[in-house]
């Protein structure tokens, strides 16, 4: 609607496109000079706006808004013309704006934001102080909510003043916004305030899970997993009903990521029956492949007929026989789940999924089509390439996602899973190529630092920059077990399997898998302790016996 009405006036705003953007008090061009009542109209100055921005000429814009909003008593237009002054970047005219906002909205939280966001760019700590307690004044709480974005991107300055704010006493007692306030100081970098925030946010709400939570997750990350489970441990014995049951999850999956199974099952059973600390109970079982613990779990819910009667319920009792890789029985599990529950969709994408496995591709897709209007084009994409991957079909697989490329060619999600599939195609360098571009994109990814450095170090010779791209990795994220995998191959490729060995060691306790398992077994066999590695390739063939990776190292060592 707006193109239409700038297009009906543009003889009469012809001449504004000549300006030039820097000029503070915009005049129209001499060759058709305004009237002098144009410059005193605001209609006028905000359609020049519009017009100005549809050009890309935000600074003119930002000019015709602020001479706008000054012109008329519209709070909506004086917020505008704050927004666009931001984005100029100008201070003059962001100054103009927010003094005419904050004289048409004295009550409202934006000019208060906006000021302490301006005072912030500007390092003036007084003036941001002023601001950000008047937001934290108001009693509702979109006060401190307004006052947490401000800081959000303030940098040293927002960091120094939260710490002043902190040592005052003058944030917030809602658990909420403590908990907020604590994730806030360590986004802007400071673990050992954000820390002290959470510790003071518990013992002010010990009755609140989320400050159980949070702290104990700040724990974590900064290495301390005894005093996070600890912590955990006491706030089940502290909290009952819903608040111990998450506390409870929590710590499951946590001890779960450090391959402590066994554990994790016995938090979960004195946890109780309720589907969330069944389906955790299952990820637990999924995540510690092993079929025993699997198989009794299966058996354990299929006897309970309030769980068979629930659409969720069938879809978990699904993956448990797909886990069991008793597909007849899971397809039937995963065609009970009606069409009107929020589990069919994924009930729908595992049938289509473990049809594909079977080679029954036309079923496959056939299922895939009944949810395809659910689905965005980027997702069915990734979902059509996988099922044709599942069916051994990778060229298929291949077209498909290049078709996809033509619109959606640097979505990260795309390229990796292009590039995974190119790799196993054997081409290998175009592989590299496509990971490359995933760096280039974002070169603190995690994720794409580990799969460009995994592929070199497996495929290629470029071992010392293979080396690089997986410490880089594995320094954001060191309990990821594909990371701690990838280490451990990078230095058994250098040449230093003793070094190897306790990070493949590490990577299979923590996620038990059929290619870590092939890694584990060869370094072992390559360090003299052959039956070790026989019994750790027999757990990964029981994983997944069809593994290309664990089928080809015991073809090389066992001739099998």
């Given at each position: 609607m707006r193109r239409l009405i700038i297009l009906a006036l543009g003889l009469m705003l012809v001449a504004c496109a000549g300006t030039r953007p820097s000029e503070p008090d915009r005049k129209l061009s001499a060759s058709a000079p305004a009237a002098a009542s144009d410059e005193d109209d605001p209609l006028f100055n905000a359609v020049a706006a519009e017009f100005a921005l549809e050009q890309g000429d935000v600074a003119g814009a930002a000019s015709y808004l602020v001479r706008a909003a000054e012109l008329?008593?519209?709070?909506?237009?004086?917020?505008?013309?704050t927004q666009i002054a931001f984005l100029a970047g100008d201070p003059s005219l962001i100054r103009r704006a927010l003094a005419r906002w904050s004289v048409l909205a004295p009550d409202a939280i934006g000019p208060r934001h906006a000021q302490a966001v301006l005072a912030?760019?500007?390092g003036d700590l007084p003036a941001a102080r002023e601001a950000i307690e008047r937001l934290l004044a108001d009693p509702n709480a979109q006060g401190w909510v307004a006052a947490v974005q401000a800081l959000a991107h303030g940098g040293e300055p927002a960091l120094t003043l939260l710490a002043q704010l902190s040592s005052a006493n003058r944030l917030p007692e809602d658990p909420t916004a403590c908990v907020v306030f604590s994730q806030l100081a360590e986004r802007l970098g400071d673990l050992g305030l954000a820390l002290e925030l959470a510790a003071r946010a518990r013992a002010s709400h010990p009755q609140e899970a989320q400050t159980w939570l949070w702290e104990a997750e700040l724990?974590?990350?900064?290495?301390?997993?005894?005093?996070?489970?600890?912590?955990?441990?006491?706030?089940?014995?502290?909290?009952?009903?819903?608040?111990?049951?998450?506390?409870?999850?929590?710590?499951?999956g946590m001890l779960a990521e450090r391959g402590k199974f066994a554990e994790a099952e016995r938090v979960l059973l004195a946890a109780g029956e309720s589907l969330q600390v069944i389906r955790m109970r299952a990820a637990v079982a999924a995540r510690a492949a092993d079929p025993v613990q699997t198989g009794r779990l299966y058996?354990?819910?299929?006897?309970?007929?309030?769980?068979?009667?629930?659409?969720?319920?069938?879809?978990?009792?699904?993956?448990?026989?797909?886990?069991?890789?008793?597909?007849?029985?899971?397809?039937?599990?995963?065609?009970s789940v009606s069409r009107e529950s929020e589990s069919w969709a994924e009930a729908r994408r595992r049938s289509a999924l473990l049809l594909a496995t079977q080679g029954r591709v036309a079923e496959a897709l056939k299922a895939m089509e009944e949810v395809e209007t659910e689905e965005e084009a980027l997702d069915r994409a990734l979902f059509e390439s996988e099922i044709l991957q599942r069916a051994g079909r990778h060229d298929d697989a291949l077209a498909v996602l290049e078709r996809a490329a033509t619109e959606f060619a640097d979505e990260p999600r795309l390229l990796y899973s292009k590039g995974l599939l190119l790799e196993r195609l054997d081409r290998v360098d175009e592989a590299i190529a496509v990971f490359r571009r995933l760096v280039e994109l974002d070169p603190e990814d995690p994720s794409a630092l580990n799969a460009l450095g995994y592929t070199l170090a497996d495929r290629t010779d470029r071992l010392d920059e293979a080396y690089q791209l997986i410490e880089r990795a594995l320094a954001a994220r060191p309990d990821e077990p594909a990371f701690i995998d990838s280490m451990g191959w990078v230095l058994f490729r250098k040449g230093r399997a003793i070094e190897a060995l306790p990070y493949l060691?590490?990577?299979f306790a923590l996620q038990p898998d059929a290619e870590v398992a092939a890694h584990l077994g060869e370094v072992l066999w390559v360090l003299g302790q052959q039956e070790r590695a026989r019994e750790v390739w027999q757990r990964g063939d029981a994983i997944d016996p069809e593994h290309r990776v664990l089928r080809a190292t015991i073809r090389r060592f066992l001739g099998e």
């Open positions: 008329q008593a519209d709070p909506a237009l004086a917020e505008r013309a912030l760019r500007a724990r974590r990350r900064r290495g301390d997993f005894e005093g996070a489970v600890g912590l955990l441990e006491e706030g089940i014995r502290s909290l009952s009903g819903d608040g111990g049951e998450s506390l409870s999850l929590a710590l499951a058996e354990e819910l299929r006897a309970r007929p309030d769980l068979e009667r629930t659409d969720e319920g069938r879809l978990l009792l699904g993956q448990l026989a797909e886990l069991l890789r008793r597909s007849e029985e899971a397809l039937q599990w995963y065609r060691e590490r990577a």
